[in-house]
């Protein structure tokens, strides 16, 4: 219950990664001032922190066209509930984390009612749409970027927006450690999504992807699949035979993940873990048909990996892993071949090791803390 004289602060998230971004600033926030209350929207990363839920995001997190139009009543529903707390709580300030859709019409929906909101990881105009940023800076009262490039971009239409950092560089587990390469548990790691719908589109072309053992099939023997919840646990428990279910682990396991000799990974912040892990990967991603469709006529850049559009001078301009996006059986061949040159050429594992400590120094620590700060501005 909201204590008599403190302030309450409305999260949303709609993403496992952005539920664990908004937990830490939860955290940090608290710091600064212990008599504010959290309520959102989110996952168990944000109710771990004493966050009072409304709603679990787990049941709305989807991606693609086709797939939110599957899942749109349940995700007006849940608008809807998010708009009737808002109106009836009144929080001093509105805390949107990614989920760019759902949020920014939140956004408009606070500022008619007065309510300032604060987004953090802001919406990826970079990558398409980039004519939609006076509609956003229209109704968001701050931006909180992530990367030095967006804070470019966001600056040539509002001064209201701030670089705070990267929240991967605070966490002290993403680092790399020495055990030699071959000296590692397991031979693959595979990173199918947090979304049920890219976890359907994904696992079984990646688990296509792994290379036969001596002309006897796939082998599975050696591979740790990774969830990062318990819905994706059991949605993956459903879909896979009982003989790989052992082979189930939790993403949120780093010291599992760094036994990992290279990975087969989908697209999103998951990249620059593995990247930050030193874990040599390859990108595999698939959208449904008509999405892809969609997608491919908005998306401007080469590259959809966040792990391939730090370096370089220009956005997407140099890549350090590959990617296959929308993979035909060709493709999956040469994701075998991939695999096993990661795994043979010692040269080419140094050169994506080196360029991944690259990355590193890219991004600035203190997000949360940074973004804690600027909240704070806001409510009083």
Known sequence: MTTKGSREIFIITGESSGDQHAAKYVKEHLLLNKELYFSGIGQ?????????????SEDISVVGLTEVIFKYHKIKSVMDLAKKYIYEKKPALIVLVDYVEFNLKIASYAKSLGIPTLFYIAPQVWAWRESRINNIVKVVDHLAVVFPFEYDIFSKFTTNVTYVGHPLADDNELSSDDTNYHNKKYDLGVFPGSRESEIKNNIYTMLDCIKPSKGKGPDYSNIKIFYSNDKTKKLLEKMLPISLHDSLKSGKDRSEIKQCKKAITASGTITLELALLGIPMVIVYRLSAISYLIMKRLVKLKYIGLVNLILGENLGD??????????????????????????????YRDRIRNKYLEIRKKLKPGAAKNLAHIANKLIF
């Open 44 to 56: 168990e990363s944000m109710r771990d922190e004493g966050v009072s839920l409304i709603y679990n």
């Open 318 to 347: 140099k890549m350090i892993v590959k990617e296959y996006i929308q993979p035909k059986y060709h493709d999956q061949v040469e994701i075998m071949a991939e695999l096993d040159k990661i795994d043979n050429d010692t040269e």
